[in-house]
């Protein structure tokens, strides 16, 4: 078990750098902080799926550190992001005349619109 809390610990310190946000847990002070909130079976309750809980950082802004973090369900941390539209979110290259149009083209699928303007589903649910 020790092994598969390490490589949960080192994925999230890995998506935090590539998502250039700096990441100041150890190994010993994210078990611990997740043990607080979730108690014992915190493994089975932390996820990114519904009825999941997630690290949540305050205002999406910052570290993810003991002071600037709180557990959230996977659905309200979602509700909670104020998730900038067009070229300036990380996670986006689209233009704003591309997100307008993702926008306004709600008959089309989303993941139909995620392959033609190569961006994730996340995406798309988000501008829509």
């Not at 959230?72 to 900038?84: A, C």
């Amino acid at each position: 078990m020790g092994d598969k809390i390490r490589a949960r610990w080192q994925n999230h310190k890995q998506s935090a750098q590539r998502r250039n946000i700096k990441f100041l847990f150890t190994f010993e002070e994210w078990v611990s902080w997740w043990e607080a909130q979730l108690g014992p079976d915190w493994m089975q309750r932390r996820g990114r799926r519904r009825g999941q809980y997630v690290m949540a950082r305050n205002e999406d802004k910052g570290p993810y550190a003991h002071w600037n973090v709180k557990c959230l369900l996977t659905e309200d941390n979602i509700r909670q992001r104020n998730v900038p539209k067009g070229e300036k979110h990380w996670f986006s290259h689209l233009t704003m005349k591309q997100v307008r149009a993702i926008f306004t083209a709600q008959d089309a699928c989303a993941l139909e619109l995620a392959r033609n303007y190569t961006v994730g589903y996340g995406t798309i649910r988000a501008i829509r």
